[in-house]
């Protein structure tokens, strides 16, 4: 596979969420949703040459340094199918995603890329007759489409998981991409030696790190960059906002612990609250 482009699609409107804030800004474990698209787009090898991210005008979208460079192109209401047309045109591979879908990874990606080679793909079940999550193919190709995001002919392409259709369209579909969030982040960390007794009940969220033979209770909640040493023990239902825990602290539970440093092997008892405010 070789040079490709990115094109993310932000164009539907806030009506369902009832919000101020734009649907691809809501947070999902730590990020907004469409930084999770984002990322999947940059972790497929080789990555894209360029993410270009179509918005409303009346909605501006800015993720900041961390998300890398990215050239945000607003559209004016009425004029989606006329920019992506746009967007797409240029020579070479491109693959246009909807910004709605933050379950999406770059396996899943790569595939519909390498399907894209032979002809215009859809990442799709093959019940889904309705638009695809994402397309991909030649870019004239996809721009001889009325609308690049309704191929006419396009070839299905199945994700790694079904979950990663998930399109996140109202609130409930926002818990059920938190769901889906917590699950793989929880097994990335039980695969590097951290230990969940009921891992259905944490949260952590997706920039939290965490050490080996570290235990976490039920409830505990971890957020932000926090960062967990080695061999500590998380107690029930604590919450951990932004802040550093040493190696081998054991905090007894129902503790509040934010923006601050718990020094290593510290025994924190039940109930306690440690803050910078």
Not at 2 to 7: D, E, F, K, L
Not at 37 to 59: F, I, N, Q
Not at 92 to 116: E, F, H, N, Y
Request: hydrophobic share 45%.
């Amino acid at each position: 596979m070789g040079a490709w482009t990115a094109v993310i699609a932000a164009l539907d409107d806030n009506e369902r969420f009832r919000s101020r804030v734009s649907v691809y800004l809501h947070p999902l474990g730590g990020r907004p949703i469409i930084w999770h698209v984002v990322r999947a787009l940059r972790d497929v090898t080789p990555p894209p040459g360029e993410v270009r991210l179509l918005h409303r005008a009346t909605a501006p979208l800015d993720l900041g340094e961390a998300a890398g460079p990215i050239v945000y192109q607003p559209v004016e209401s009425g004029e989606d199918a006329i920019a992506l047309r746009a967007a797409v045109t240029a020579l070479g591979m491109t693959a246009l995603i909807d910004g709605a879908a933050p379950l999406v990874t770059s396996p899943t990606i790569a595939r519909l890329l390498r399907a894209g080679e032979a002809g215009v793909a859809s990442l799709s079940t093959d019940s889904d007759y309705g638009q695809p999550l994402a397309v991909a193919g030649e870019g004239p190709a996809l721009a001889s489409a009325d609308d690049p995001r309704l191929p006419v002919g396009a070839a299905r392409v199945s994700p790694t998981a079904p979950i990663e259709l998930l399109r996140v369209v109202d609130r409930h579909s926002l818990s059920d991409a938190a769901v889906g969030i917590r699950d793989r982040v929880v097994r990335a960390h039980e695969a590097r030696g951290v230990s969940f007794l009921l891992p259905d009940t944490s949260w952590i969220d997706v920039d939290v790190r965490i050490g080996a033979d570290t235990m976490i209770y039920p409830g505990a909640v971890i957020e932000g960059a926090s960062e967990i040493g080695s061999e500590c023990v998380i107690g029930p239902y604590c919450r951990i906002v932004e802040a550093v825990v040493g190696r081998g602290v054991e905090l007894g539970g129902w503790n509040f612990v934010a923006r601050t440093h718990v020094r290593n092997h510290a025994v924190v008892e039940p109930y306690d609250r440690r803050s910078v405010d």
